[in-house]
C-alpha cells in the first residue's frame, strides 16, 4: 500500500540531528524533501534538496508538510506564512511518532535532570528485558527510529516502549503526543529567551500531560510552586514525586504508594554521585513501575552515570576529573557543586543564557574556593564572582582552562567542569564540550619518564 507522504512536498526546517533525521524519514517515506537552515555549511542529506544559508518564503509557501527542529520557535514568521498557505506544521517528535506503530510513550520533562532520568529509566527498563528506545530530545532522535522501523530493521521493530526526554520547545508543536506516563522533574527559570516569562515555560511544559488518558499517571515535582499548579485540570491521574500518593524517599529507600506494586525498594546497590541522583533515580523508578515493572524487577545496580553528567573521565596524580558539561545552566552546576566531596577546582563558562543569574554559585564555593571561568561569557562570571572569591581566574577558552586549573591542582583536589552556560561559543553542543573536555584533561598527565 502507498504511503499517504509518497510525492509530498515536505520542507524540513533547522538541519540539527532532530532535523536530518526527519529529512531522511520522509525522503525513505516516498516524499520530496527540501530541507532549509540560516547556516550555510549545515549539512545535508542525500536524496534532499538543500537551501541552506538562507530561508526562502516561497519554500514555505510551496511546502505541504513543514517539519520543524526543536531549535525553531512555533511562532517563527515562516512557519505563520506556511499554515496560511495550508501547510501542515508538525515538531520533529511529533512527525517521528505519527509514523511509528501505537507504543507506549514514558516521558521525562523539568528544568534539570531530565537527561539523567531519562537514561536511568532506559537503563532499569532494560535490565528488567524489555526493549526500550531512549531519545526525543537526549541523544537519538525518534525520527531516525523510525526510519529504521520503517526499513525492517529487526532492533527497530522490536521495541516495546519509547523513553523520551522532552524539552519545552518540542513542547511547542507536541502533535499527538499522549504518554502512558510521564513526570516534570522540577521547573526554574530557564529559555525565556522563547517562553518569555515563568508562566510561557510551565504552559509548554504542562503541554506534556493534555493529552494523557484518565488511567495514565502525571509524576509531578510536589515544590509547592509551579509544578504543583500544572495538576490542576489534567483528565489523568496525579501523583507526586516527593510526596504520597506518589514517591517519597529517605535514607534507606523508597516508598511507593498509588502504584500497582506498592510498598518500598532499597538503595541497595545504587552507586551514583550527588543526593540530586536519588530524585531522578526515584523518578526512573516511577515511571518504571507505571509501565508496569514490580518492584522485584529494579536493579539499582544497573544504573550508570549519563555521559557528560558527573561522568569520572581521567585521574592522576591524586586529582579527580569530572565532566559535567550537560550543566548549561546555573541550577545545573549548582547540583554539581554540590555531589562534590573535597577541594574543586569549579571551571564555569561558555555561552550564557540570558538574564543568567551566577550569584548563587558563590555560596556553594566552600572554604578554600577556585573558579576558573573561560569563553564567552567567562568575563562577566569573574566579574559577578571576584566580589566573593579572589580565587576567580578568567581565561579564553576551555582549552586553557584545564592548562590552568592543571597548574593548580594538588592532589586529593576535583577538577570539575560545570560550566552553567551553553556551548555553541565554541562547541557544537555540550556533548562535543564534554569530549573535548575530556581529551584536554588526559593530555595532562605526564609523559612517561618525563615530567609532569
Known amino acids: 500500500m502507498e504511503h ?17 533525521a526527519a529529512a531522511a524519514l520522509a525522503r525513505d517515506l516516498g516524499a520530496s524533501v527540501r530541507t532549509t537552515d540560516l547556516r550555510a555549511d549545515a549539512p545535508a542529506v542525500e536524496g534532499c534538496e538543500a537551501i541552506h544559508g538562507e530561508h526562502r518564503e516561497r519554500d514555505f509557501e510551496q511546502a505541504e508538510v513543514v517539519v520543524v527542529s526543536p531549535g525553531i520557535a512555533a511562532a517563527s514568521p515562516l512557519l505563520k506564512r506556511a499554515r496560511l498557505t495550508g501547510a501542515r506544521v508538525i515538531g520533529e517528535l511529533a512527525f517521528g511518532l505519527e509514523h511509528l506503530p501505537l507504543l507506549p510513550v514514558l516521558a521525562v520533562t523539568g528544568t534539570n535532570g531530565k537527561s539523567s532520568t531519562t537514561w536511568y529509566l532506559g537503563q532499569l527498563l532494560q535490565a528488567a528485558g524489555r526493549r526500550a528506545f531512549v531519545g526525543g530530545n537526549l541523544g537519538h532522535p525518534l525520527s531516525d527510529l523510525a526510519r529504521r522501523h520503517h526499513a525492517g530493521e529487526e532492533e527497530a521493530r522490536a521495541t516495546e516502549v519509547l523513553v523520551l526526554e522532552i524539552s519545552s520547545y518540542q513542547l511547542e508543536l507536541p502533535g499527538e503526543l499522549a504518554p502512558l506516563a510521564a513526570c516534570v522533574l522540577n521547573l526554574t527559570p530557564d529559555h525565556f529567551g522563547r517562553h518569555g516569562d515563568m508562566t510561557g515555560y510551565a504552559a509548554a511544559k504542562r503541554r506534556l ?38 514517591v517519597r524517599h529517605d535514607e534507606e529507600g523508597m ?31 516511577a515511571l518504571a513501575l507505571s509501565f508496569g515493572l514490580r518492584r522485584e524487577q529494579i536493579d539499582l545496580s544497573a544504573l550508570s552515570a549519563l555521559p557528560h553528567r558527573l561522568e569520572l573521565v581521567f585521574e592522576a596524580e591524586g586529582v579527580r576529573w569530572i565532566n559535567d558539561s550537560k550543566a548549561t545552566n546555573v541550577d545545573a552546576a549548582l547540583v554539581g557543586l554540590r555531589a562534590m566531596s573535597g577541594p574543586t577546582i ?87 564540550r564534554g569530549r573535548a573536555f575530556t581529551e584536554y584533561a588526559r593530555a595532562t598527565a605526564p609523559k612517561k619518564g618525563g615530567a609532569a
Open 209 to 246: 500531560f493534555e493529552r494523557m488518558a484518565p488511567a495514565a499517571r502525571a509524576w509531578i515535582a510536589a515544590d509547592g510552586g509551579p509544578c504543583e499548579a500544572m495538576a490542576e485540570g489534567l483528565a489523568c491521574r496525579v501523583c507526586w514525586l516527593g510526596e504520597l500518593p506518589g
Open 346 to 432: 569549579l571551571l564555569l563558562g561558555g555561552q550564557g543564557k540570558e538574564g543568567a543569574d551566577y550569584s548563587p554559585l558563590a555560596a556553594q564555593l566552600g572554604p578554600d574556593p577556585r573558579v576558573i571561568s573561560f569563553g564567552a561569557s567567562g568575563p562577566e562570571i569573574a566579574a559577578v564572582l571576584g566580589g566573593h572569591t579572589a580565587s576567580t581566574l578568567a581565561v579564553p577558552s576551555l582549552a586553557s582552562a584545564v592548562q590552568l586549573a592543571r597548574s593548580l591542582a594538588r592532589p586529593g583536589d576535583t577538577v570539575l567542569l560545570s560550566p552553567a552556560c551553553a556551548s555553541f561559543d565554541e562547541f557544537r553542543d555540550f556533548e562535543h
Open 255 to 285: 516508598e511507593f504508594v498509588g502504584v500497582a506494586d506498592e510498598g518500598r525498594i532499597s538503595w541497595r546497590g545504587l552507586n551514583l554521585l550527588g543526593a540530586h541522583n536519588r530524585d531522578n533515580v526515584a523518578a526512573a523508578t
Open 4 to 20: 499517504p507522504l509518497r510525492g509530498s512536498a515536505v520542507l524540513v526546517m533547522g538541519m540539527g540531528r532532530s532535523g536530518q
